[in-house]
């Protein structure tokens, strides 16, 4: 089972980016999906996740409004569309795999994360 995420990059400030997550060797049915990041010496921390058997995408309070989770089924793919991007989005981001449905955004339900995606947002 793998996780591995792209799009990353440099950005300035009220800026888009869209980050991709793609599985292979399972699929999704039975799974939630979640986005997280690490900033330095911060703690990592959840931002959006959705059950892939069917819901909507739920949000932490701080990216409410400016990212955007969805999924693709057929592509066994996630993505994060994140608008309005500040200095405080600055981060490492990942995707990852939890083994339950809804499993909401602490980091430790997860069981299987991708290697990571830089973003930095900047002037």
């Known amino acids: 089972l793998q996780l591995v995420e792209s799009g990353g990059g440099l950005v300035q400030p009220g800026g888009s980016l869209r980050l991709s997550c793609a599985a292979s060797?399972?699929?999704?049915?039975?799974?939630?999906i979640g986005w997280f990041r690490q900033a330095p010496g911060k703690e990592r921390e959840g931002l959006s996740y959705?059950?892939?058997?069917?819901?909507?995408?739920h949000y932490a309070d701080s990216v409410k409004g400016r990212f955007t989770m969805s999924r693709d089924n057929a592509k066994n793919m996630v993505a994060l569309q994140m608008m309005s991007l500040n200095p405080e989005d600055t981060a490492v981001y990942y995707c990852?795999?939890?083994?339950?449905?809804?499993?909401?955004?602490?980091?430790?339900?997860?069981?299987?994360w991708g290697q990571g995606t830089q973003v930095t947002v900047s002037s």
């Open positions: 060797r399972f699929t999704f049915d039975d799974y939630t």
């Open positions: 959705i059950s892939w058997r069917g819901g909507m995408a």
């Open positions: 990852a795999a939890a083994l339950v449905p809804n499993a909401g955004l602490r980091p430790d339900e997860y069981t299987y």
